[in-house]
C-alpha cells in the first residue's frame, strides 16, 4: 500500500492535515439520493433546494383576539375619550378569507388569533383594550394602531417561490414543520451512508464469550459496542463484521467480505501500527488499496490512517478504546457527514476556562477529556474528566467534550481560556463542572 508524498512514519501529519486527507478521500462525493417521507426525515440531508409553492401565511392575520379595524377609526381613544364601532361580523382561525365583509370606515370585526384579516382592515386592537356592547364595541386604546398593528403579513414566514431550505440541509423538527407546513410530503435526500466496520485482534471478544473474560483469557471488544453507536450518531447505517483474528491472510479475507456489502466506507479498528501483528496495511495492500497517510501528530489517536480500496474509502482507527472512540469523534464523524451529503462537517469549537492543571510534554495536539460545566460568572468551564491513557474507557464516559491543547503547549494552567470540541452525544450543561468520582479507594 503506497503512502501519499512527504509522509514519514516518524513524523506523521499535523491534525488539520490528517483531517483534510481524510475528507479528500471521499473527493466532495456524497451517497445517492432517495426520497423519504417528511414524518421520517428526522436526521436526513436535503439533495437538492425545497421551493415553497404558497406563501405562509397566506393571508394578512391577527396576531391576537381582537377586533379589526381601519387605524383612523381608532387613534386618539383612550378609556376617557373611546371609539365606539358597530361590529360587521366575526373572523375565526379557518374562515374563508374571500368570504368576509368589508371593513368600511367606522367599523369593525370580532377576530381571533391567527384568522385571516378582513379586507379593508389594518389593524387588530386587542381584545383587553375593549368594552363589547350587544351590536358595538367600545376600543379604549389606540396603542395597537401603531406599528404593524398586530397584523402578522402574508409571507412573513415563507415567501411563495422562494427556496425554504437547501440542498446540503440537516434536518431537524422545526425543518419537518415547516416542510409539512408547505405540502412537502416526500422529500429528496441523501442515503444515510453505509460503513462496515472491521476489528481486529486474537484478545478480543463479544458479550457471547464473556466467559472467557472472566477467566483472564480475553478481552471485550469495546469498541464492538462503542463505535457503531458513535458513527450512528452521525448518520450512518453501520454493519460490524466478525471479529478477525491476528493473521493476514483472515484480515485480508475479511475486509474483502466488508467490501462485497457495497458499503460506502470502510472503517478498522487496531493494526494500523507497526507492530507484530499489525496487518491492516499489508491487507489492504493486497486488495489493491493505496494509502493517503498513516500517523498524525495527535494524542490520543496517532496511528490512524486513511485511503481507498476498491474505490471504497478506507479509515483506519487506532485499536486502543479511547483512541478508536476519539479519532472517531475528530475523523470518522466528519467524514460520514460528507458522505452523507450535509453541508458543515467540521466540529465546532467552543471557548472554556480550564480549571485544572493538565501537562502536555510531548509535541503534540493534545484532545485531553474533559466534563463541561457553567461557572459562578457564567463562563463555561472545563475539568479533567478523569486519567487520560488511551485505554481508559470510563474517563471518555465521563467527558463532555475534547478540550484541543495545540502542540506548542507543554501545560496548560488553571484558569487558562481554551478551545473545546463538543462531543456529539454530550448531555446538556449542568450549573457547575463537576469533579470525577474518587475512585481510589
Known amino acids: 500500500m503506497t503512502a501519499g508524498t512527504g509522509m514519514g512514519p516518524a513524523s506523521g501529519l499535523s491534525f488539520a492535515d490528517a483531517l483534510a486527507a481524510v475528507l479528500a478521500a471521499v473527493g466532495g462525493r456524497a451517497t445517492p439520493t432517495e426520497r423519504v417521507g417528511v414524518a421520517d426525515a428526522l436526521g436526513r440531508v436535503l439533495a437538492q433546494d425545497i421551493t415553497s409553492r404558497l406563501a405562509l401565511p397566506a393571508w394578512d392575520n391577527a396576531g391576537m383576539d381582537g377586533y379589526a379595524v381601519q387605524r383612523a377609526d381608532v387613534l386618539g381613544a383612550t378609556a376617557a375619550s373611546p371609539r365606539v364601532l358597530p361590529v360587521i361580523g366575526t373572523s375565526v382561525a379557518g374562515s374563508d378569507p374571500t368570504g368576509l365583509p368589508w371593513v368600511q370606515q367606522g367599523t369593525a370585526m370580532r377576530i381571533m388569533t391567527g384568522a385571516p384579516l378582513p379586507p379593508g382592515a389594518d389593524a387588530v386592537v386587542r381584545l383587553e383594550d375593549s368594552d363589547r356592547g350587544e351590536a358595538t364595541v367600545c376600543i379604549t386604546s389606540d396603542r395597537d394602531v401603531q406599528g404593524r398593528g398586530n397584523v402578522r403579513p402574508r409571507g412573513e414566514d415563507i415567501a411563495a417561490n422562494a427556496v425554504l431550505f437547501g440542498r446540503g440541509t440537516s434536518l431537524r423538527a422545526a425543518h419537518l414543520g415547516a416542510l409539512a407546513s408547505i405540502g412537502a410530503a416526500a422529500l429528496p435526500v441523501f442515503r444515510q451512508p453505509r460503513v462496515t466496520i472491521v476489528s481486529s485482534g486474537d484478545e478480543l471478544v463479544l458479550l457471547d464469550r464473556f466467559d472467557e473474560v472472566l477467566a483472564g483469557h480475553r478481552l471485550v471488544s469495546s469498541s464492538s459496542y462503542a463505535l457503531p453507536a458513535l458513527l450512528r450518531g452521525a448518520g450512518a447505517q453501520v454493519t460490524m463484521a466478525p471479529l478477525v483474528s491476528d493473521s493476514l491472510e483472515a484480515l485480508t479475507a475479511a475486509l474483502a467480505d466488508a467490501l462485497d456489502t457495497g458499503c460506502d466506507l470502510l472503517v478498522t479498528t487496531g493494526g494500523v501500527s507497526v507492530g507484530a501483528h499489525d496487518y491492516t496495511r499489508d491487507a489492504l495492500a493486497a ?137 456529539p452525544d454530550a448531555p446538556p450543561l449542568l450549573p457547575t463542572a463537576p469533579a470525577p468520582p474518587d475512585t481510589a479507594s
Open 287 to 423: 486488495l489493491g488499496g493505496t494509502q493517503r497517510f498513516w500517523r498524525a501528530r495527535i494524542r490520543p489517536g496517532g496511528p490512524i490512517g486513511t485511503g481507498m480500496v476498491r474505490d471504497v474509502p478506507w479509515l483506519g482507527l487506532p485499536g486502543n478504546p479511547v483512541s478508536t472512540l476519539v479519532t472517531g469523534v475528530l475523523f470518522a464523524w466528519p467524514l460520514i457527514r460528507a458522505l452523507g451529503g450535509h453541508a458543515g462537517v467540521h466540529h465546532a469549537r467552543i471557548p472554556v476556562r480550564m480549571t485544572d492543571r493538565a501537562d502536555t510534554p510531548a509535541a503534540l495536539r493534545y484532545f485531553l477529556r474533559v466534563a463541561l460545566g457553567v461557572g459562578s460568572d457564567g463562563l463555561l468551564e472545563a475539568r479533567l474528566s478523569g486519567a487520560q491513557g488511551s485505554n481508559l474507557l470510563r474517563s471518555m464516559a465521563l467527558a463532555d467534550a475534547l478540550l484541543e491543547v495545540p502542540e506548542e503547549m507543554t501545560r496548560v494552567e488553571a484558569g487558562t481560556m481554551m478551545h473545546a470540541i463538543l462531543l
